[in-house]
């Protein structure tokens, strides 16, 4: 599993805000397995706490999960921000990628996540992405 901003979100609402910052405290920057089955005597259930662990399981069962660490949080919306603020200064989406070096997909879905924010705008949406199809 990839990293996404919406990657942390996603386990907040799943196994609630106290259970995901102890999981990013203590697992952040590495890869965990889910194991197949919730057991009461596994590691995660003991970090977790019964229902978050019960609920990460019924989620990702027997899954890897790569948990992001504190800086790959902190530089994931940084780049949102870099993009919001280039894409408000009417730079296009092709000129974005070129300038972080990234695909420009990515500079389109990491926009979306701008507008999700509240950084960025529907115009100026639609403006980076050309005919670039979504």
Partial sequence: MHYTTGFIEEL???L?????VRLLA??????????PQA????PLCRVLG??????????????????????????GY?????IAR???AGISAVEIARMLAIKQRQVINLAHEA??????DAAHLDAIKGDHPT
């Avoid at 609630?16 to 995901?20: D, F, K, M, V």
């Avoid at 899954?63 to 504190?70: G, K, Q, R, T």
């Fill in 12 to 14: 907040g609402v799943r």
């Fill in 16 to 20: 609630g805000t106290e259970a995901t």
């Fill in 26 to 35: 203590l697992h952040g920057g590495s890869a965990i397995r889910v194991p």
């Fill in 39 to 42: 057991t009461l005597d596994h």
């Fill in 50 to 75: 019964e229902i978050p662990f019960d609920r990460l399981v019924d989620t990702w069962p027997d899954h890897v999960i790569e948990i992001p660490s504190a800086d790959e949080i902190i530089d």
């Fill in 78 to 82: 940084r780049r949102i921000r870099s």
């Fill in 86 to 88: 280039l894409a408000r």
């Fill in 115 to 120: 507008l999700t924010l509240k950084l960025l």
